[in-house]
């Protein structure tokens, strides 16, 4: 079936809307606590570094060298990385909606994520994310980030759609600004509920009932 609206391709962000973050502020804090790390120093050697993993200029061995091990450590890099992944955990309701929605609509679907290479990779993999998504404009992989306009002028550009037959899914409200400033609709995503009665006005509804 084809999509009663005029939206043909749907942008995704990863981090929040389909799964937890991959890396965020509870999870670092979680990490400093389990790990026995000083939380300040954590946190300001992150910020120092994360955007340029996540902009694909670092391996997460050399961020991780730069951020927890440029100091000796009671535990290994393994067992950190082994923490580090698995704060990733899935929302399957917006995972079914999404894959609800290509069924039905036959939609384009596009992620869109700022996302280091090997938490990235981990994602995709263990969740099955390419088994719905037809490309993903990653960070790490596009060397760009949000908020970049070019970061979303080049996923229109993969895309080979207009900004009107866009949707952009996304929970972060600057991001969510700066496609609308460049003509591509967007919805703030807080939960799925809303979500799904927010696509409804958009005539993309689900087969049951909205929550």
């Known amino acids: 079936m084809k999509s009663p609206s005029k939206i043909t391709t749907l942008f995704l962000d990863i981090g929040g809307v389909l799964l937890t973050d991959?890396?965020?502020?509870d999870?670092?804090?979680?990490?400093?606590?389990?790990?026995?790390?000083?939380?300040?120093?954590?946190?300001?050697?992150?910020?120092?570094?994360?955007?340029?993993?996540?902009?694909?200029?670092?391996?997460?061995?050399?961020?991780?060298k730069q951020v927890v091990f440029h100091q000796k450590r009671s535990f290994t890099r393994a067992q950190f990385k082994g923490f580090m992944l698995?704060?990733?955990?899935?929302?399957?309701?917006?995972?079914?909606?999404?894959?609800?929605?290509?069924a039905k609509y036959g939609m384009k679907i596009l992620v869109v994520?700022?996302?280091?290479?090997?938490?990235?990779?981990?994602?995709?993999?263990?969740?099955?994310?390419?088994?719905?998504?037809?490309?993903?404009?990653?960070?790490?992989?596009?060397?760009l980030r949000k908020p970049d306009p070019e970061f979303f002028r080049l996923a229109l550009d993969i895309a080979q759609v207009p900004p009107q037959h866009v949707l952009y899914i996304e929970n972060t409200p600057m991001?969510?600004?700066?496609?609308?400033?460049?003509?591509?609709?967007?919805?703030?995503?807080?939960?799925?509920?809303s979500t799904c009665r927010k696509l409804a006005l958009l005539g993309l509804d689900q087969d049951g009932p909205i929550p």
């Open 22 to 25: 991959g890396w965020g502020l």
């Open 27 to 64: 999870y670092r804090s979680a990490a400093a606590k389990a790990f026995k790390l000083d939380p300040k120093e954590l946190e300001t050697r992150h910020h120092q570094a994360f955007d340029t993993y996540e902009a694909g200029k670092l391996s997460l061995d050399d961020y991780l």
């Open 86 to 102: 698995a704060q990733s955990k899935p929302y399957p309701q917006m995972i079914a909606l999404i894959r609800g929605l290509k």
């Open 113 to 143: 994520s700022n996302e280091g290479r090997e938490l990235n990779a981990h994602r995709i993999r263990k969740f099955k994310l390419d088994g719905f998504v037809d490309a993903f404009i990653s960070s790490c992989f596009v060397h």
């Open 175 to 193: 991001f969510v600004q700066v496609a609308e400033g460049l003509g591509i609709p967007s919805l703030l995503h807080t939960d799925y509920a």
